[in-house]
């Protein structure tokens, strides 16, 4: 994956605690701000949902009123 150089500005503290736990877990200090942008940008990014509605032509102009015909006929029993 291509990556991006980017400068974040930390307080004392946070970063003396983020370098001690780099030397506990024997990790880079990089390494763990990327594993917790990454964390976060994935929890306030909204997953887009898939939908299966209207992908398809099935060439049948009755299909939405026999769906449940063509499933079990199709995929077996319930």
């Known amino acids: 994956m291509e990556k991006e150089r980017t400068s974040i500005l ?3 503290d946070i970063m003396l605690k983020l ?3 780099a030397k506990f877990s024997n990790k880079s200090t990089s390494f763990l701000i ?3 942008v990454t964390e976060y940008v994935a929890k306030k990014v909204p997953r ?3 939908g299966i ?3 398809v032509n ?3 102009p009755n299909f939405a ?5 063509y499933l079990k006929k199709n995929f077996g029993k319930d």
């Open 10 to 12: 930390l307080e004392k």
């Open 19 to 21: 370098k001690n736990m």
């Open 34 to 36: 990327r594993e917790a």
């Open 48 to 50: 887009k949902e898939i």
């Open 53 to 55: 509605i209207g992908i």
């Open 58 to 60: 099935s060439g049948d």
């Open 65 to 69: 009123e026999n769906d449940e015909e």
